[in-house]
């Protein structure tokens, strides 16, 4: 993996200025049914109306993301509909930068036969296992999505090693892509909250103390 030619290094902070934190948070759950047998071609439909679905507006975000959006002076989220709905939840009206730089990895469906028939849960493994060994489908590639991940922590490494702190509230997968290039960086994931709906993860600089844990609610 290699970061783009086009990357500047950021400026290092002040002399006694701590840098801030970058907290990367996976979009809060969708508001689609996902119980339904599809073929492939049914699948590829499911996820195009998955992309234009908005959050489940029965399932509030947890205090936990609302406090790391309290302290964050940048809030950043990708143009699709579930990750900007979940910042604009946890903003409280601080303004929202929507960068399609942050959108969620394509998933395209395998060119399985259309006798083939799963639900969509099932279907995401393996689209996503076959993008990853190299079938992209015409879409964005493995390849051009490591590229963009660099791109992406480009965005913010600035932003947090002067000293602000930057909550991203975007997808599980890119989320993912996006801690190689992070480590690169010198920042450490210092809280892991894994992969479900809202969850998120705090990175910090190498020479930084760690942050105190938040509670999960």
């Known amino acids: 993996m290699t970061?783009?030619?086009?990357a500047k290094a950021p400026a290092p902070p002040a002399p006694g200025q701590r840098c801030g934190s970058i907290v990367?948070?996976?979009h809060g759950r969708p508001d689609i049914d996902k119980s339904r047998y599809l073929d492939a071609q049914g699948y590829f439909r499911w996820w195009q109306r998955y992309d234009a679905s908005g959050l489940d507006a029965q399932e509030p975000p947890p205090a936990a993301l609302v406090a790391e959006a309290e302290r964050a002076q940048h809030i950043f989220a990708?143009?699709?509909r579930r990750s900007y709905?979940?910042?604009?939840?946890?903003a409280n009206g601080k303004p929202v930068i929507r960068d399609p730089?942050?959108?969620e990895a394509a998933l395209p469906p395998p060119p399985f036969p259309s006798f083939i028939r799963m639900r969509p849960p099932l279907w995401d493994v393996f689209s996503r296992s076959l993008w990853w060994l190299g079938y992209s489908g015409g879409f964005e590639s493995r390849a051009e999505a490591e590229t963009r991940a660099f791109e992406a922590v480009a965005r913010i490494d600035p932003l947090a090693?002067?000293?602000d702190n930057v909550l991203v509230c975007a997808h599980g997968w890119f989320n993912r892509m996006m801690r190689p290039a992070l480590v690169a960086n010198g920042w450490n994931c210092v809280y892991d909250g894994r992969d479900d709906y809202w969850s998120f993860r705090r990175y910090q600089?190498?020479?930084?103390?760690?942050l105190s844990t938040p509670e999960r609610s």
């Open 24 to 26: 990367l948070a996976r």
């Open 85 to 90: 709905e979940t910042a604009e939840a946890v």
């Open 161 to 163: 090693r002067n000293g």
């Open 3 to 6: 970061q783009s030619s086009d």
């Open 101 to 103: 730089v942050f959108t």
């Open 78 to 80: 990708s143009p699709l």
């Open 205 to 210: 600089r190498a020479t930084e103390q760690a």
